[in-house]
């Protein structure tokens, strides 16, 4: 049962208590504190100007600056009795304000044109203004700026010392160019730095010009102590100082070593800011899962891979260049080896998804049918290619390097090593997915044999693959029945020769008109919710990388009658096979980064199997040749020589942002542009926009009210419930003073406090107080048991105890039964009263 | 301080994101200054802890009870470093008591100066004041660090009731031994084997008195005016034993005190006896003076505090032999037996048993018939010191 923290013991404490330090002079200690305002002063006034790079005589405002804090620093710093100064010369001010209302406004919207003009280069103005005298009234307009400024800063640094309103006054003057990605000079902006710090400071020491009498001293709260803010005068100015001093030592350090060591930003720093930020104006609250990842993988946490096959949801593509795969072989490939990873078999909102369970149940006999033989589709390729031509096949190990990877990248023609397991005709399995390998021919796909390959009507194959030819142009032709396929149908099937064309002359004719219908960029925008990925990318956006080629060119072909189905993965080629990549074990090592991620298309040629087909266009716009590109090739698949690759660099340029490799659609992405020009940097302001920010303030304040409302309630249930135990495990005597203590807190809670009354006296007086909660003598009874269970040593009855704790619960419930619902909220959740 | 550092934390990790975010230096600068800054106060704080001195000292050893005693708290810091927000931390305590209450002070601490703080505290019971720094707890600019100075300085003052002296009551029965051979040197008596003094005749002298041998070379009649002998075969005890009350303790104290100061002031030496934890036996000593009543009962005071499981009264039984008189303060009851051996006993001594209790119980006594008891209720002494002293015999 507390009634004081401190039993007492029959010494008393006179209020009687004085500090005494060697005299100082007040003037010496005030001037720390006028040299902190003036560094706010100051570093505010000319971090503003030098980061908009405002045309005014800035003479004139330093001497603007000077004068009113002079004026308002010795103003704040005399006696109460001349603040009455105050008020002339705010009038003053206003007077003055009014007769040259129009200058102040045309000199406004002068400094806000240049303002303006200077985030938005590319724009010319945004108030007209047709005034002689421009730079005079953009003074004018700065001095009754600075003029309030510096009232403030004064009042708030030498007055009523508060970081707060400090800190809010002074800040949008900065945070308006920091948004925008300008940057001040050094020197102001560092003196409001230290300006804030010591703002901090002087408000921790808790001076403040005390308005009351002026005495020293202190002030008592029962045994508590506190020295009144006019004895901390000197140590909050000289707290001031110091730390003036400490953050000057702090700043020249930094200035030494950098200049000595010649710090520059690190390239692998701006490829993290980058991810952020891509990262950031690609996050969805609608794919929130997708979206933290890839912020987690932008700042380097985990090591995981994203999996999305949604089309058109990321403005642009970037390269980490980390390395996804480890390829090892002990023979060169003489060919673009393409890994397949996954093959999408169905187009439907703007996603490629595999056929239903249920269609493929439905060609069950045909599937058993392979497992019974032994040959799959999947092989098809392989075992045709393999009796046609004669090649030599090389041992290649794969090795990934993500913990969550859940593909085979399998290379065509080839013959996996281990358990293997067949899904479908899509999927080939092996026994893990962060190792395996494969023998491999070490002749893969050109122009020639692709050519032969289609007009092989020799090859007579297996009689379950007849079959399979069956379901291929039954399922692999079907494209969703919308308004936007219809109109692409019409537009380049119907209103064209295509579908007389022999199948070559039909993917000619389709890469025709995907390179004249669209260009290739990894910057190509998100496709909008409302529009068709393949109807958006080819009639309205023109721009795209390799997912929008492959997916469209897929679309065209089946369209066309040519079974097709899209496929991502990586690329590894020809080139990769040289002396760099060779090893001590006499193989050939190769690390596939992120940048060799790739989507191409597979066409199926009767009997023979799934032959991958490249539709993304070698001359694209938005490709520039690297002169530092030593891997460059080129790879024809037609007789028009496109290319499937046109050049890859295996490291990234420091001034090309566009590497020439293709990104699968939103997969495989660990992100960083190589953009360190400087060009780039102020492009890419305007990239850092309000959404970047305003998605991390939503997730930050998202979960910090999520954490706030656990944690109350977590509290809430715990209180709560340890009081229950409380009152009903524990014995008579302890539960009657918990009881008696939890009234007492409802009282509180009333607004019934006892200041230092004896008990009784205090059960008499709250009961006086408080008509509709006890009746009769309730609250003095239970005193009496609680004191008797305090002090007595006699036991106390059942009933006693029991009386006791049905009053508290009951004083809770009818002091809860009358509140409002936001104090019943308060009652409950915060204070725990019930 | 938890929030602050929290905050602080969070605020490292945004300066943090500001540097990869933000492409000028300012960024790097303020990583970097966010980052050392706690540093160096840390280091601050620790410098702080070992140059700053504390002390504290009292004005003056001895105070009465319900006085102001004036305390001086000197804070010395020899480093540049002002600390605006130090938390001193008091122990304040009556040792006859041990019930210890805290005093929490926040105050200024300049750089390179000696301060001093100036409080006052009074007791409303007689014992040991006893003041100790217990912590200091310094914090730095910015509150995010702190230390805990633990000086253990303290300062002791005693607390002795408060008489007035020039009041005191004259006593009037006078405790005469006639084998003494101490005379008072205030006042006359009936004793002839000393002169107190000599004075010219003044008519109504007895003739008897007048010195003729002096009267004649005087050629003036000169009285004899003789002494009184004092007693001085009182012994008086204080047996004090340490209960949760402190009433009992400071009326006993009072008692003790004031039948001493009241004999002393009425010229009547006496004994105390008490016991001497050191040497662990009982000791005697003759009070005559103020001072050496303060003193010794400073040393009771002190002897108090020491725990002891000692029983003062079998060795007392056998100091009570010669003596006219014993006063017997106590504040425990001892079992029968061991009372009814002191004080049933065949000496001529005259004994009172005086107890001070917290509540009256006089079943205790049905076996005491045979003694002088005054049963004093805590906080209650004053009406019966008179009774006390001159009912006696």
């Known amino acids: 049962m507390k009634h004081n923290t401190n039993t007492y013991n029959g010494i008393r404490i006179i209020d009687c208590m004085n500090l005494s330090v060697p005299k100082s002079v007040k003037f010496f200690n005030i001037i720390p504190l006028m040299l902190i305002a003036f560094l706010g002063i100051w570093g505010t006034v000319f971090s503003y100007i030098s980061m908009f790079n405002i045309n005014i005589n800035t003479n004139s405002i ?10 308002f620093s010795i103003l704040f710093t005399l006696p109460k009795k001349f603040k009455i100064l105050l008020f002339p010369i705010l009038l003053f001010y206003i007077f003055l304000l009014y007769k040259k209302w129009t200058y102040f406004i045309a000199g406004f919207k002068i400094v806000f044109n240049q303002t303006y003009t200077s985030i938005h280069p590319e724009k010319k103005e945004y108030f007209k203004i047709q005034t002689i005298n421009n730079k005079n009234d953009a003074e004018l307009f700065i001095a009754f700026t600075v003029f309030i400024l510096v009232f403030l800063i004064c009042y708030i640094t030498l ?9 809010l006054g002074t800040f949008p003057f900065i945070e ?24 901090i400071t002087i408000q921790y020491s808790g001076y403040y010009q005390y308005s009351g009498k002026k005495t020293s001293g202190f002030l008592r709260k029962n045994n508590i102590f506190f020295a009144k803010p006019e004895i901390k005068f000197r140590t909050a100015g000289i707290s001031g100082l110091l730390i003036v001093i400490i953050c000057c030592i702090i700043f020249s350090f930094i200035k030494i070593i950098s200049d000595f060591s010649g710090y520059s930003r690190s390239d692998k720093i701006n490829q993290v800011r980058s991810n952020i930020k891509n990262a950031a104006s690609e996050f969805s609250f609608e794919d929130l899962g997708t979206s933290l990842e890839r912020f987690s993988a932008s700042l380097g946490i985990g090591n995981s891979k994203i999996y999305n096959h949604k089309l058109g949801n990321l403005n642009s593509v970037s390269f980490s260049e980390t390395t996804d795969l480890i390829i090892e072989t002990n023979l060169k490939i003489h060919d673009n080896v393409y890994l397949k990873g996954y093959t999408g078999t169905e187009y439907q909102n703007n996603k490629w998804i595999d056929f239903s369970n249920s269609l493929y149940q439905s060609y069950n006999d045909m599937f058993s049918n392979f497992y019974k033989n032994e040959t799959f589709p999947q092989d098809m390729l392989t075992d045709y290619y393999i009796s046609k031509y004669p090649t030599d096949l090389v041992d290649m190990k794969i090795k990934s390097k993500y913990n969550n990877e859940k593909y085979n990248y399998i290379p065509y023609i080839s013959i996996p090593n281990g358990e293997i397991t067949y899904i479908n005709d899509t999927i080939t399995k092996l026994e893990n997915f962060k190792e395996y390998s494969f023998k491999v021919s070490t002749d893969q796909f050109n122009e020639n044999n692709f050519y032969e390959m289609i007009n092989d009507n020799n090859y007579n194959s297996n009689y379950s693959f007849k079959q399979y030819t069956d379901f291929v142009y039954e399922n692999y032709c079907s494209i969703p029945d919308t308004n936007d396929m ?39 925008g998100k496709t909008p919710n409302s529009e068709d990925f393949v109807y958006y990318f080819l009639t309205q956006n023109h721009k795209g990388y390799c997912v929008h080629f492959a997916t469209s060119g897929v679309i065209l072909a089946r369209m066309a009658g040519i079974p097709a189905r899209y496929a991502e993965g990586y690329v590894l080629l020809s080139d990769d096979f040289n002396e760099e990549n060779f090893t001590e074990k006499n193989t050939y090592k190769v690390d596939i980064k992120d940048s060799r991620a790739h989507a191409w298309a597979e066409i199926y040629i009767d009997n023979l199997g799934w032959v991958p087909y490249e539709f993304t266009p070698s001359a694209a716009a938005a490709f520039e040749n690297n002169t530092n590109t030593t891997h460059s090739i080129t790879q024809s698949t037609t007789s028009t020589s496109e290319t499937i690759i046109t050049s890859v660099s295996s490291t990234p340029s420091k001034t090309d942002l566009s590497e020439n490799t293709h990104l699968s659609s939103s997969e495989e992405q660990k992100l960083t542009p190589n953009e360190t020009s400087s060009n780039e940097v102020n492009n890419n302001q305007e990239v850092y926009s309000a959404v970047t920010f305003s998605s991390l303030v939503k997730i930050i304040l998202f979960t910090s009210v999520i954490m706030i409302i656990v944690f109350i309630l977590i509290k809430h249930f715990v209180i709560v419930n340890k009081r229950n135990d409380m009152l009903t495990h524990l014995n008579n005597r302890k539960k009657s003073l918990i009881a008696y203590d939890y009234i007492i807190k409802l009282l509180e809670f009333k607004g019934i406090t006892n200041s230092n009354m004896q008990y009784i006296d205090f059960a008499l007086y709250a009961q006086q107080e408080t008509e509709n909660i006890f009746d009769a003598d309730e609250f003095l009874s239970a005193t009496h048991i609680a004191l008797k269970a305090k002090w007595s040593m006699e036991p106390i009855e059942d009933e006693e105890a029991n009386y006791i704790l049905e009053l508290s619960l009951r004083t809770a419930k009818k002091i809860y039964s009358n509140l409002s619902i936001f104090k019943k909220i308060y009652m409950k959740l915060l204070k725990n009263l019930i | 301080m938890i929030i602050t550092k929290i905050f602080y934390f969070i605020l490292i990790i945004i300066s943090i994101l500001f540097y990869f975010l933000y492409i000028g230096d300012l960024s790097l600068y303020l990583m970097i200054f966010i980052i050392s800054l706690p540093v160096l106060l840390g280091i601050i704080i620790l410098i702080a802890k070992f140059k700053i001195k504390f002390d504290i000292s009292a004005a003056s050893p001895t105070s009465v009870k319900n006085e102001k005693c004036k305390f001086t708290l000197s804070i010395k810091n020899k480093t540049i470093f002002p600390f605006s927000n130090s938390l001193i931390k008091i122990e304040y305590k009556n040792k006859l008591s041990g019930i210890k209450n805290y005093m929490d002070i926040y105050v200024p601490i300049h750089p390179l100066t000696e301060e001093k703080l100036n409080f006052y505290l009074s007791s409303d019971y007689c014992g040991i004041l006893n003041i100790k720094i217990q912590s200091v707890k310094i914090y730095d600019f910015i509150k995010l660090f702190s230390c805990k100075i633990k000086p253990n300085i303290n300062t002791d003052i005693y607390i002795l009731p408060n008489i007035d002296f020039d009041n005191i009551s004259h006593i009037s029965k006078v405790l005469n031994d006639d084998n003494n051979d101490i ?20 008519p109504g002298d007895k003739i008897n008195r007048i010195h003729w041998n002096l009267s004649f070379k005087r050629n003036k009649f000169i009285t004899k005016y003789y002494s009184q002998p004092v007693n001085s075969s009182i012994i008086v005890v204080l047996d004090l034993i340490k209960i949760n009350s402190i009433y009992s303790i400071d009326t006993a104290i009072e008692l003790f005190y004031n039948i001493s100061a009241q004999m002393i002031k009425n010229q009547i030496t006496f004994e105390i006896c008490y016991f001497n934890p050191q040497s662990q036996e009982i000791e005697f000593i003759n009070i005559s003076d103020i001072d050496t009543l303060i003193e010794i009962t400073i040393l009771l005071m002190n002897n108090f505090i020491v725990d002891y499981n000692y029983s003062i009264i079998n060795d007392i039984g056998k100091a009570c032999i010669n003596k006219s008189e014993l006063f017997f303060i106590t504040n425990k009851y001892e079992n029968n037996y061991n009372i009814i051996k002191l004080f049933d006993n065949n000496y001529s001594t005259e004994k009172s048993l005086i107890f001070v209790s917290d509540t009256f119980s006089k079943s205790k006594f049905k076996y005491l018939e045979n003694l002088t008891i005054a049963e004093i209720p805590a906080g209650k002494f004053n009406e019966n010191i008179e009774k006390i002293l001159n009912d006696k015999g």
């Open chain 1, 159 to 167: 007055v009523h010392p508060n970081f707060f309103i400090g800190f």
């Open chain 1, 486 to 524: 219809k109109y692409l149908y019409e537009k380049f099937i119907v209103n064209s020769d295509i579908l007389n064309e022999n199948i070559y002359q039909k993917l000619n004719s389709i890469k025709k008109i995907l390179s004249d219908n669209a260009e290739y960029s990894l910057s190509p």
């Open chain 1, 62 to 71: 330093k001497f603007y600056s000077i004068f009113f804090f002079i004026i």
């Open chain 2, 183 to 202: 005379y008072s040197k205030i006042k006359s008596g009936d004793d002839p084997s000393e002169i107190f003094e000599l004075k010219s005749y003044i």
């Open chain 1, 176 to 199: 308006c160019g920091l948004y925008f990605g300008k940057i001040p000079d050094m020197l102001p902006i560092l003196m409001l730095l230290i300006y804030w710090t010591c703002l």
